[in-house]
């Protein structure tokens, strides 16, 4: 154990020893404060979230009255406005008055850069293994009396290492940035949302801690795709792009075929686990266990291809 141990240091130490790592830190730090300077110097994009003040209750009324009134005009919004409407309904009647723009709502907004996330650790899970035949440095790794296994699980862990900690990096740099731009009250206020038809209610941190672990299962299963790519055929460059360009056309993926009954079975049309917590299901009879059970196939079969090629793989030409 203590073996494997040192093999994800060595790994870790080697990724943070490029330059290119901490420029990916960079790009992500500048994307996430740019974006808070521009929602600060821009109350437009959070007028429409402002606190409402001691006459919440009757704000909210009025806005209702609107609301019924426009639906009534235009039966296109009817939908929307309804909801709207019974979110604000739920309000009044629990007491739960609506805050305003501020750290909480930052963090969440800064959930999209999850992606961005996806796409650095990608390329760094392309590299894991490509690289080291690349530069001829496989040979040197594998006449350690260390199993080849062992090698692979160290490089993957390394991988899945870098990612959370990105995605830590993410969630603390917004809550930061944050709290200086918009302010912060505590990590208790309520959050409403809609679960299905149902309007729920959950602590904000609890919350957003949430909704990131749950976006972060797309991240990792395209990580470990790149890295079967690069285990398979050796080639960086093909993995990164393979596993982009998936990652991009996934939700285009699923609703060309969402009218197949097979449909549900693409890996794409799984890896949101967010729709069963606050939303609906992009199929219609997807449920959160069978998404997870699917992930779990598609997660083996990509580490056992990976074993596969990598532990059979001839290095004496290389």
């Keep these: 154990m203590s073996n494997f141990i040192q093999l994800v240091k060595n790994e870790q130490m080697k990724t943070y020893s490029q330059i290119a790592t901490w ?26 979230q402002q606190a409402s003040g001691d006459n919440w209750k009757q704000e909210l ?5 609107q609301l019924q009134k426009e639906a ?60 080291e035949f690349k530069w001829g440095s496989i040979k040197l790794l594998l006449i350690r009396p260390i199993s080849r296994t062992k090698i692979l699980a160290s490089k993957y862990v390394s991988v ?3 990612a959370m900690t990105m995605l830590l990096f993410l969630y603390v740099l917004s809550f930061l940035t944050g709290s ?4 912060f009250e505590n990590f208790m206020e309520p959050y409403l949302y809609w679960k299905g038809e149902e309007i729920q209610q959950a602590a904000i941190f609890q919350f957003t801690l949430s909704q990131y672990l749950l976006s ?12 079967m790519i690069s285990a398979i055929f050796r080639n960086s460059s093909l993995a990164i792009g393979i596993a982009i360009f998936l990652m991009m056309s996934g939700n285009a993926i699923v609703g060309f075929f969402s009218s197949k009954e097979w449909a549900k079975f693409i890996l794409f049309a799984n890896t949101n ?31 056992g291809l990976s074993w596969f090629f990598f532990s059979k793989r001839d290095i004496t030409n290389v």
């Design 61 to 65: 009324k009025a806005e209702n009255e």
């Design 273 to 303: 686990l967010n729709q069963f917590f606050t939303g609906t299901p992009v199929i219609s009879d997807l449920t959160l266990t069978f998404s997870v059970s699917i992930l779990v196939v598609y997660l083996v079969l990509f580490l």
């Design 160 to 162: 899945l290492v870098f």
């Design 216 to 227: 972060s299962v797309n991240l990792i299963m395209m990580a470990t795709f790149a890295f």
């Design 72 to 131: 009534a005009e235009q039966e296109f919004v009817a939908p929307i406005n309804e909801k709207q409407i019974t979110m604000n309904e739920y309000r009044i009647e629990n007491n739960v008055e609506p805050d305003g723009y501020d750290v909480w709502n930052f963090v969440q907004d800064n959930r999209a850069n999850i992606s961005i996330i996806s796409l650095l650790t990608i390329i760094i899970a392309a590299g894991m293994i490509a690289n």
């Design 23 to 48: 420029v990916m830190y960079i790009v992500l730090a500048i994307f996430i404060i740019g974006f808070g300077v521009v929602m600060k110097v821009d109350q437009t994009m959070t007028d429409d």
């Design 180 to 183: 200086v731009l918009f302010g």
